[in-house]
Nanobody, 117 residues
Framework: VQLQASGGGSVQVGGSLRLRCAAPRTIFSVFSSFDMAWYRQAPGKQRELVAGITTRSNTNYADSVKGRFAITRDNSRKTVTLQTNDLKPDDTAVYYC?????????WGQGTQVTVSS
């Protein structure tokens, strides 16, 4: 699965960004069979899971983003969206889209989110 991430940018504390992950070259039936997730990696830190959404649209979130971020998927458009609200400086990182099924795993190219105070 080829993933294209977009929507990053620079915002001030308390701002919002809408990150989008698309799989334009993947047919609908294949995309819908993947669990999708957003990860992030800040400078000098390990990559961490931010939010995930299963094929049945069950979601899970890192404790640090609960109540502020929301992940959704649109299988018909082959996209996954991460709505980020009330952003904090600690949210500054490169955000990566991830797709996984039982045998394969794919990563997008990453999109930078910078939150300044």
């Amino acid at each position: 699965v080829q993933l294209q991430a977009s929507g990053g940018g620079s915002v001030q504390v308390g701002g919002s960004l809408r990150l989008r992950c698309a799989a334009p070259r993947t047919i609908f039936s294949v995309f819908s069979s993947f669990d999708m997730a957003w990860y992030r990696q800040a400078p000098g830190k390990q990559r961490e899971l931010v939010a995930g959404i299963t094929t049945r649209s069950n979601t899970n979130y890192a404790d640090s983003v609960k109540g502020r971020f929301a992940i959704t998927r649109d299988n018909s458009r082959k996209t996954v969206t991460l709505q980020t609200n009330d952003l904090k400086p600690d949210d500054t990182a490169v955000y990566y889209c991830n797709a996984k099924d039982g045998t394969t795993e794919s990563w997008g190219q990453g999109t930078q989110v910078t939150v300044s105070s």
